[in-house]
């Protein structure tokens, strides 16, 4: 299957096109970037020398979809909802790992996202790729909105505990933090290493896009009727997310009890690993990888259970969850093309 990726500069981009690379059925044919057309990818980024040899081009749809068949879309929010709906009108499949079609409402798309929305026909056709939970919408279909990273790490961690029932829905309390990668390359004061460095930061209190995302998917898989707490925090690392979530047990219950209740709902899923009783995971233990690790501890004094998840951003945030949607809508092994040892230390 001959792939591209538009947008093909930014960190998403290049790790989608480091994973293509070593796909076995899919060919990374394409690279469309409007700022650095007829560049080598190797000018930007030198680590690809002698690797990739795809030279960046500018954007011609028509010609675009005469000799590809998925098209990847790693640009930032209110690029790829002016794309897009002439791609489908001609056949091709969509993977969008931006904001642009997560959302069901236009007006909350508008009142977060700040751009004006994309057509209604086209936000219905977006089925939301989050990979473990939507797998059977996932498969066969054509148009797939990737999920946000810490909606990813949030939803993945929240979902069963609400399902099963062991947490009610007041009073869920978020607490993210996430490394610097996730503000993308473009350069930024907020993202200058003297601000950075040796410093962590809140932002975007009350106001984080993906607040609506997570609310909107827990309607959806749990009925879930209430505001949720989400706070995000820049720390001085480069990729990686951590969500540790507070939330209230609906009765008591062991922390062996819960881990064994999420080991069994997530089975059959490779790619969320479930740690052991009394351990929790880190973000280094799944850097560079497609993982999602999630531990808990249900608190038999305080009556709360936390959960701490963890993913790294570029990868189950981001491009590898875009190929392990690639995988289930072709009908592949979920995890070809994926399956890496996280890098460590």
């Not at 591209?4 to 394409?30: F, K, M, N, Q």
């Not at 007829?38 to 030279?55: A, F, K, Q």
């Not at 001085?236 to 819960?258: F, S």
């Not at 189950?316 to 875009?322: D, I």
Request: some cysteine; charged content about 20%; glycine content about 8%.
């Amino acid at each position: 299957m001959k792939a591209a990726v538009i947008g093909g500069t930014g960190y998403s981009a290049i790790e989608l096109i480091r994973l293509l690379h070593h796909h076995p059925y899919a060919h990374l044919d394409t690279i469309v970037s409007h700022s650095n057309g007829g560049t080598e990818l190797h000018e930007i980024y030198p680590h690809v020398t002698n690797l990739i040899d795809t030279p960046l081009q500018a954007l011609d749809i028509k010609k675009l979809s005469q000799k590809i068949q998925v098209v990847f879309f790693a640009t930032p929010s209110g690029v790829s909802k002016e794309m897009i709906p002439a791609f489908l009108d001609e056949g091709i499949r969509c993977i969008d790992l931006s904001g642009d079609f997560r959302l069901r409402s236009q007006q909350s798309y508008e009142k977060w996202y700040r751009h004006q929305a994309a057509e209604e026909t086209y936000l219905k056709k977006a089925v939301y790729g989050l990979s473990e939970i939507n797998e059977a919408q996932i498969k066969g279909s054509t148009f797939i909105s990737n999920p946000g990273c810490y909606p990813t790490a949030t939803l993945l961690a929240l979902i069963p505990a609400l399902q099963l029932g062991f947490i009610d829905q007041d009073n869920i309390i978020i607490d993210a933090k996430s490394g610097v990668s996730g503000a993308g390359r473009g350069l930024s004061l907020a993202t200058h290493y003297g601000e950075v460095n040796e410093n962590v930061k809140a932002y975007k209190l009350g106001a984080h896009q993906h607040i609506p995302e997570i609310e909107q998917t827990l309607q959806t898989a749990c009925h879930f009727s209430k505001s949720i707490t989400f706070t995000t925090h820049l720390v001085p690392m480069t990729r990686g997310i951590m969500c540790t979530i507070y939330t209230n047990l609906t009765k008591q219950v062991a922390t062996e009890d819960i881990t064994l209740a999420y080991t069994e709902y997530y089975q059959d899923h490779p790619f969320v690993r479930i740690r052991p009783s009394g351990t929790v995971p880190a973000t280094k233990e799944v850097y560079g990888s497609n993982f999602c690790d999630i531990g808990f501890h249900a608190d038999e004094r305080t009556g709360k259970l936390t959960i701490v998840s963890v993913i790294d951003n570029l990868i189950k945030g981001a491009s590898g969850q875009a190929i392990q949607n690639l995988n289930l809508m072709n009908g592949w092994d979920v995890r070809t093309g994926l399956l890496n040892i996280p890098l460590y230390p």
